[in-house]
């Protein structure tokens, strides 16, 4: 299994220290399931470990998450709650896939940079597989997911300044460590993918036909994308819902050009300069763009309907009523984190 660079095509093993090719281009795993076999007995995402490239399992015990119907604006909807993961977050299938090929490789010391949940999930499973780690965030960034990241042991560099210097300040120490970064390494989209297998399952096979997600660096949509291909490929769906990427006016690199980040209640997709933009804008449907009143109007209306989910997740219920969907076509929403690691000065009352 290597990494093959999508511009020039090179391949690299897989404990290459920077998630990046020599020419600029970025990384897609060579690497293509032949079969779906999924273990009953298992009730976690590890279920389809024959779809998943690594061996040897770093895990923290991730349940098959739920979903549960939800009413927005007099339509049915499901929610798929990916904050019931360990951390908190979706980051978690990421996090597992990537500590476990990279502790499969022999890495034993890595960096990465995050606004939040990345950091508490990819810390978490560092802490799990007895691994080091480095977290470069903002200093702004919520407490509480701080907290989380100190108390796994990983060594926190807060970083003044916009989410793109805290990137800057990892960058600049490329090379020296393993560059563990959830927005440019495949093997994060690898475990992310999770998420469509589980909703194929959960769905009886007949999957929805549009998907809300709150999009920054891409790791939900283009995960999904990868999942629902696969199984496609593998011949147990037909068909691709629509994917349609959620994101705050302060920051929507998927739409504005240049992007200038301004500070948002959404601070988890605060990612002005993803990696994968090209590749985003390949898969995404739509993209819908919402605004600092409709995210605490949407975080408000979670919490009323007794959904714990930070503010960043609440972007899909603004973006739900922008749309206009048939009545007849299914819907699913992504919450994507927690509101008990989320502490910036709002509430739901």
């Keep these: 299994m290597l990494l093959k660079c999508q511009n020039c095509g090179r391949t690299f093993n897989i404990a290459r220290k920077v998630p990046w090719c020599e020419c600029g281009g970025v990384f897609d795993l060579d690497f293509v399931p032949d079969s779906l076999d999924i273990d009953p007995c298992d009730f976690s995402f590890w279920r389809y470990g024959g779809v998943l490239p690594v061996q040897e399992r770093v895990s923290l015990g991730e349940p098959i998450t739920p979903i549960v119907p939800l009413l ?4 049915n909807v499901s929610a798929k709650l990916e ?9 978690d299938r990421g996090a597992a896939i990537l500590v476990s090929a990279m502790r499969e490789s022999g890495v034993d010391r890595f960096m990465e940079d995050s606004s939040g949940n990345a950091a508490a999930a990819m810390s978490a499973y ?28 990983a060594t926190i560099h807060r970083i003044e300044g916009s989410r793109d210097q805290t990137t800057a300040a990892v960058m600049s120490r490329a090379g020296e460590i393993f560059y563990a970064s959830h927005n440019w390494h495949p093997l994060f989209l690898h475990g992310t993918k999770t998420m469509a297998y589980e909703i194929a399952e959960q769905s009886h096979w007949v999957l929805p036909d549009h998907i809300l997600a709150p999009t920054g660096g891409g790791a939900v949509l283009l995960g999904l994308h990868l999942g629902f291909t696969e199984l496609m490929k593998l011949g147990r769906t037909s068909t691709m819902p629509k994917l349609h990427a959620v994101q ?12 200038q980040p301004a500070p948002s209640l959404a601070e988890g997709i605060l990612t002005s300069k993803p990696p994968r933009l090209s590749m985003l804008r ?3 449907d739509s993209v819908i763009v919402v605004s600092e009143p409709e995210i605490l109007q949407g975080f408000r209306f979670l919490n009323a309907c007794g959904f714990n989910a930070e503010p960043t997740s609440a ?35």
């Design 315 to 349: 972007v899909v219920v603004p973006a739900l009523r922008k749309m206009n969907i048939p009545p007849d076509e299914s819907v699913l929403v992504v919450l994507t984190g927690s509101g008990m690691k989320s502490w910036n000065g709002v509430s739901g009352a």
């Design 282 to 284: 390949r898969v995404v």
């Design 72 to 75: 927005v604006e007099n339509r």
């Design 83 to 91: 904050y019931l993961l360990p951390t908190g977050s979706f980051k």
């Design 126 to 153: 560092a802490a799990r597989a007895g691994m080091r780690c480095e977290i470069f965030c903002p200093a702004s960034a919520s407490p509480v997911k701080l907290i989380q990241v100190e108390r796994s042991g």
């Design 248 to 259: 705050a006016e302060a920051c929507a690199p998927l739409v504005q050009n240049p992007v």
